[in-house]
């Protein structure tokens, strides 16, 4: 039962860092630590993070009985196209729908760019003869000769999995049905994935792309599971993990296994859940989430406490049509790599150092990073860098950097304090195409800084991009592990509205039916920690104008449903409309292409864990720092995280140092320490005198 529930654990996966989050809900205590990520045995990491618990905080692997569990796998596995080797099975005549794709440049601009390889060469897309019409009507039956000597042929060739994307399927999945059951059949065994079991939706192309990454990631993903259960059951760790989802949902292992598609953006999702959460607690609910690893900086839009969706996202340049929370990544981290174009200009990054060998503060490489920047400019503590388990060396870090400060003819502390800057000048002509594309204005929101690099670079974003302040969350650094244990199940059911509904109830009717396999969906998980916890569901629907080529979604209520016709629908999306594109059209026909059933069943809430009330309101440092910040040299005051109190504040320029993070505050600029040891920093104009 959810009450019972009293040591959980999350656990997130990043390209540098493995970050544990370990809470106990009956004495109101969490922990964070974070170890380095082993990227070719990912597991690996997971064992090194436990066996630090049991050792220094006292877990008893026994007594977890709660788990989840943020990764990569899939995601890596695509960006290093080091999937299954596929076969793809088409209607008769679409041999080429990897190939010809959307037939779009991927920079309009440049004649020279060129579309993805696809993950299925053409010598193993192979069409079937069948055909079901767009009405869903069987227009030629399934060859099923033709179906078993492609098989036998694709398997020749090596196939390990066989993907089935069949025109019009959406509307009528039997040919696909019938495809797979004889294929299984035939060859027990054989991986199969079904376009229209998968994501029932029109578009072809991005169906076929969508079932071929499922499977193409599948093999990687179900290793990784097997290794993890095995990792578990020698560290006597007998709950079975939940796996967070693209869309900031869990689901259970078996889930996870079926469809590893849905966790392609497992990690930073759960980190923009993470920072709803707690910032939620403290009253924000606008947000520009700012996850800053070793590789690279993810960010996302949250209004009124909401994240913001996408189904039209992109990875690797194939279209991932799956819900999932909207993140934009860039291509800076704290293991971006500095260096010298052709044309003598100093730049960072997107390269990064990663985790292994790391920057060359690490001890085990020689490339200039951002870490190895911020070192020398004397914002991290080289003897708690990562809670003292990653000390940093100073003098590798110098001896990293002096060769592109010579060539410049500068000292090495300030060739480092260029290679920051330029970081942030990267970080704010991203954003400011992001802010530009997405409409949204960075004065309304605070930026929730988290991640290993966020606190200390975020407070420079702020200023540039002139947001209303920054929410550094009491432990930044493991955030994203903290979100994966405050996640809710999360669940989409589609229904391809093709044809259109004649009536209100008939779209009633079909809206009650997506809930119902939502319902089901909830039910198959076991998701025991939501006993005595109703489930909400939300109504959605992908609409458009007649003649349009996308859709925006709208939310469908009770109320509409109820009415005697659409028009309260159709007011809707022209209201989504003009608030989104500046006009619409009321007398142009109103076209629901896609129904959608989102059920949410949250889990329990974790524990607040306040801070004690401040005696005196200015916080006083326990040492002072000489740091090096925009050409000038600074005395900084450097405080301990866990010392601070409930509305202290901290004058900048400052440094907060915690095991999981830095803060960096900059001159102008102060923090004020909340009720739960939040940090808020803002503008000296804002009241600090």
């Known amino acids: 039962m959810a009450s019972e529930i009293q040591y959980r654990l999350g656990i997130d996966i990043g390209g540098t860092f493995t970050d544990f989050t370990l809470v106990d809900t009956e004495n109101n205590t969490a922990v964070g630590v974070k170890t380095p990520t082993v990227p070719l045995h990912p597991e690996h990491g997971i064992r090194n993070g436990l066996e630090l618990l049991i050792r220094d905080c006292g877990l008893k692997p026994e007594k977890l009985d709660y788990f989840v569990h943020g990764m990569t796998i899939g995601l890596n596995a695509l960006l290093q196209r080091k999937g299954a080797k596929l076969a793809l099975f088409v209607t008769e005549g679409f041999r080429d729908i990897l190939t010809m794709q959307r037939m779009r440049l991927p920079v309009p601009y440049d004649f020279r760019s060129r579309l993805p390889e696809p993950l299925v060469p053409r010598s193993l897309v192979f069409g079937i003869p069948e055909r079901i019409g767009a009405d869903g009507a069987e227009l030629v039956p399934l060859d099923i000769k033709a179906l078993d000597m492609a098989a036998e042929e694709a398997l020749r060739a090596g196939a390990e999995g066989i993907a089935l994307c069949f025109l019009h399927s959406y509307e009528n999945p039997d040919h696909e049905r019938q495809a797979a059951e004889r294929l299984a059949q035939k060859h027990p065994g054989l991986k199969?994935?079904?376009?229209?079991?998968?994501?029932?939706?029109?578009?072809?192309?991005?169906?076929?792309?969508?079932?071929?990454?499922?499977?193409?990631?599948?093999?990687?993903?179900?290793?990784?599971?097997?290794?993890?259960?095995?990792?578990?059951?020698?560290?006597?760790?007998?709950?079975?993990?939940?796996?967070?989802?693209?869309?900031?949902?869990?689901?259970?292992?078996?889930?996870?296994?079926?469809?590893?598609?849905?966790?392609?953006?497992?990690?930073?999702?759960?980190?923009?859940?993470?920072?709803?959460?707690?910032?939620?607690?403290?009253?924000?609910?606008?947000?520009?989430?700012?996850?800053?690893?070793?590789?690279?900086?993810?960010?996302?839009?949250?209004?009124?406490?909401?994240?913001?969706?996408?189904?039209?996202?992109?990875?690797?340049?194939?279209?991932?049509?799956?819900?999932?929370?909207?993140?934009?990544?860039?291509?800076?981290?704290?293991?971006?790599?500095?260096?010298?174009?052709?044309?003598?200009?100093?730049?960072?990054?997107?390269?990064?150092?990663?985790?292994?060998p790391g920057p060359a503060c690490y001890g085990k490489s020689a490339l200039p990073t951002l870490t190895d920047a911020f070192l020398l400019c004397g914002y991290l503590n080289a003897a708690r860098f990562a809670a003292g388990r990653q000390p940093l060396d100073i003098g590798r870090a110098k001896s990293a950097v002096r060769p592109l400060a010579e060539v410049f003819g500068k000292e090495e502390r300030v060739l480092a304090d260029q290679m920051i800057q330029i970081s942030v000048a990267n970080m704010y002509a991203e954003l400011s195409n992001?802010?530009?594309?997405?409409?949204?204005?960075?004065?309304?929101?605070?930026?929730?800084?988290?991640?290993?690099?966020?606190?200390?670079?975020?407070?420079?974003?702020?200023?540039?991009?002139?947001?209303?302040?920054?929410?550094?969350?009491?432990?930044?650094?493991?955030?994203?592990?903290?979100?994966?244990?405050?996640?809710?199940?999360?669940?989409?059911?589609?229904?391809?509205?093709?044809?259109?509904?004649?009536?209100?109830?008939?779209?009633?009717?079909?809206?009650?039916?997506?809930?119902?396999?939502?319902?089901?969906?909830?039910?198959?998980?076991?998701?025991?920690?939501?006993?005595?916890?109703?489930?909400?569901?939300?109504?959605?629907?992908?609409?458009?104008?007649?003649?349009?080529?996308?859709?925006?979604q709208i939310q469908i209520t009770e109320d509409m449903l109820s009415g005697a016709d659409c028009s309260a629908i159709e007011e809707a999306f022209h209201k989504q409309h003009q608030s989104q594109y500046g006009h619409f059209e009321r007398d142009a026909e109103v076209e629901l292409v896609n129904l959608r059933a989102r059920i949410t069943a949250r889990t329990p809430e974790l524990p607040a864990m306040a801070v004690a009330p401040a005696e005196t309101r200015r916080a006083a440092p326990g040492e002072t720092r000489e740091i090096f910040l925009k050409g000038k040299s600074y005395s900084a005051g450097i405080f301990s995280r866990e010392s601070l109190k409930s509305g202290n504040l901290i004058a900048g320029p400052a440094i907060v140092e915690q095991d999981d993070t830095t803060v960096l505050i900059l001159p102008g600029w102060h923090g004020v320490c909340d009720a739960f040891g939040n940090i808020r920093i803002v503008r000296d104009e804002e009241g600090n005198q």
Not at 299 to 321: D, K, R
Not at 490 to 513: H, I
């Open 434 to 552: 992001i802010m530009e594309r997405k409409g949204f204005d960075p004065r309304e929101l605070s930026v929730v800084a988290y991640g290993g690099g966020g606190p200390v670079t975020a407070n420079f974003v702020a200023e540039e991009i002139h947001a209303k302040d920054v929410f550094v969350p009491f432990r930044p650094g493991t955030l994203c592990a903290m979100g994966a244990l405050s996640a809710a199940f999360v669940y989409d059911a589609v229904f391809p509205n093709r044809g259109g509904a004649a009536s209100v109830a008939a779209l009633r009717e079909r809206f009650y039916k997506l809930r119902e396999e939502a319902e089901k969906w909830l039910e198959s998980q076991n998701a025991g920690v939501t006993d005595g916890m109703p489930a909400a569901v939300r109504y959605l629907a992908d609409a458009r104008y007649r003649g349009q080529s996308y859709e925006i």
């Open 192 to 356: 199969l994935c079904r376009s229209s079991a998968l994501w029932p939706e029109i578009r072809e192309y991005e169906r076929a792309s969508i079932a071929v990454i499922n499977l193409y990631i599948q093999k990687n993903v179900e290793a990784y599971f097997e290794n993890l259960k095995q990792v578990l059951a020698e560290e006597n760790v007998a709950v079975r993990p939940f796996i967070t989802q693209s869309n900031g949902g869990i689901m259970n292992l078996d889930s996870a296994a079926a469809a590893p598609v849905r966790t392609l953006f497992s990690g930073p999702a759960a980190g923009v859940i993470g920072a709803i959460h707690e910032a939620g607690r403290a009253g924000e609910g606008n947000l520009l989430t700012f996850d800053m690893g070793g590789t690279s900086t993810d960010i996302s839009v949250v209004l009124n406490g909401e994240p913001t969706y996408s189904q039209s996202g992109e990875l690797a340049g194939f279209p991932i049509v799956i819900p999932s929370i909207d993140i934009e990544s860039i291509g800076a981290g704290g293991g971006s790599i500095a260096w010298i174009d052709k044309g003598g200009l100093l730049k960072v990054g997107p390269e990064s150092a990663g985790s292994d």
